[in-house]
């Protein structure tokens, strides 16, 4: 039909790939080719070891080129191929170089592709760059960071664990985004230890939150807290999601409202409140 892609080869393909060493590069036929190789990737292709290592050498090349659609087409053809190759660090200077440049549209798309190739041998390499990037004054870099940096829990929670002072300060970061991200890696670094994540909540319920975001996941880290809780309705947490129904965003009084009708055994009066906040808020529609 109209695919364009339907009768490609893997072999041929990886062929073309071999003008990624040729001067002056052609970022439009490079972004093509890259392009295919997405594609077979994403259509169930096997690329072996060593194909996958002669293409990423290949690559290198191309961070020559300011063009920016081929810089992100690299990003993404890195992310897709991280896990075929064990020699996916020969393109971890090239990525720390944009990710430290001065090139914003570059920095927050390098972070990401420099952590899908990084594993807990190599990422106390970046650590120092990983966490100047959390508290980066561009939000789009911070973000990315911080996301980042949940997925790298999986495999180095020790080493994220150590940059929970830059997390920290991300949490009250103007961007709402940002915010959000900091709190959702925050508790995450914290959720095993109930007496921290308490004092978190508590921290965060005195000094407020700029994020509707943050807020709703606030209130469902409160409620998860308050299901542990012996002290019931009478603790602070039940208290503060009540509070939460007359927030000025609809998102944050929603969640509320869904909090406290889903806890087990709740009165009428307890219910009340929420039922009110639901039925103002479809009068409002």
């Given at each position: 039909?109209?695919?364009?892609?339907?009768?490609?080869?893997?072999?041929?393909?990886?062929?073309?790939?071999?003008?990624?060493?040729?001067?002056?590069?052609?970022?439009?036929?490079?972004?093509?080719?890259?392009?295919?190789?997405?594609?077979?990737?994403?259509?169930?292709?096997?690329?072996?070891?060593?194909?996958?290592?002669?293409?990423?050498?290949?690559?290198?090349?191309?961070?020559?080129?300011?063009?920016?659609?081929?810089?992100?087409?690299?990003?993404?053809?890195?992310?897709?191929?991280?896990?075929?190759?064990?020699?996916?660090?020969?393109?971890?200077?090239?990525?720390?170089?944009?990710?430290?440049?001065?090139?914003?549209?570059?920095?927050?798309?390098?972070?990401?592709?420099?952590?899908?190739i990084t594993d807990h041998s190599?990422?106390?390499?970046?650590?120092?760059?990983?966490?100047?990037?959390?508290?980066?004054?561009?939000?789009?870099?911070?973000?990315?960071?911080?996301?980042?940096?949940?997925?790298?829990?999986?495999?180095?929670?020790?080493?994220?664990?150590?940059?929970?002072?830059?997390?920290?300060?991300?949490?009250?970061?103007?961007?709402?985004?940002?915010?959000?991200?900091?709190?959702?890696?925050?508790?995450?670094?914290?959720?095993?230890?109930?007496?921290?994540?308490?004092?978190?909540?508590?921290?965060?319920?005195?000094?407020?939150?700029?994020?509707?975001?943050?807020?709703?996941?606030?209130?469902?880290?409160?409620?998860?807290?308050?299901?542990?809780?012996?002290?019931?309705?009478?603790?602070?947490?039940?208290?503060?999601?009540?509070?939460?129904?007359?927030?000025?965003?609809?998102?944050?009084?929603?969640?509320?409202?869904?909090?406290?009708?889903?806890?087990?055994?709740?009165?009428?009066?307890?219910?009340?409140?929420?039922?009110?906040?639901?039925?103002?808020?479809?009068?409002?529609i």
């Open positions: 039909g109209n695919n364009p892609y339907a009768y490609i080869e893997r072999n041929v393909v990886l062929q073309e790939a071999r003008i990624f060493q040729q001067t002056p590069i052609n970022p439009r036929k490079c972004g093509e080719i890259l392009t295919k190789i997405i594609y077979l990737i994403n259509q169930g292709e096997i690329i072996s070891t060593n194909e996958a290592t002669e293409t990423f050498f290949a690559m290198t090349k191309l961070f020559q080129s300011n063009d920016v659609i081929l810089r992100r087409m690299c990003y993404l053809t890195i992310k897709e191929m991280a896990k075929m190759t064990e020699n996916a660090f020969i393109v971890t200077q090239s990525l720390t170089k944009d990710m430290n440049g001065r090139e914003d549209i570059f920095r927050a798309a390098a972070v990401r592709a420099l952590c899908a190599t990422l106390q390499g970046i650590e120092r760059y990983m966490k100047q990037a959390i508290v980066d004054k561009v939000h789009s870099v911070s973000s990315a960071a911080l996301v980042s940096s949940l997925h790298l829990t999986k495999q180095a929670f020790d080493v994220v664990k150590r940059w929970v002072n830059e997390v920290q300060e991300s949490c009250s970061n103007d961007s709402i985004m940002v915010q959000y991200h900091a709190l959702g890696l925050l508790y995450h670094l914290r959720k095993k230890d109930r007496l921290a994540t308490s004092k978190m909540v508590t921290k965060f319920m005195k000094s407020g939150m700029k994020s509707p975001f943050a807020y709703c996941m606030l209130i469902r880290i409160a409620s998860k807290l308050l299901e542990e809780d012996d002290s019931g309705r009478d603790s602070p947490l039940f208290n503060f999601i009540e509070s939460c129904l007359r927030n000025k965003h609809e998102l944050v009084i929603y969640e509320a409202a869904s909090a406290i009708v889903n806890m087990p055994n709740c009165s009428a009066r307890e219910l009340a409140p929420a039922v009110s906040g639901w039925s103002y808020e479809l009068g409002a």
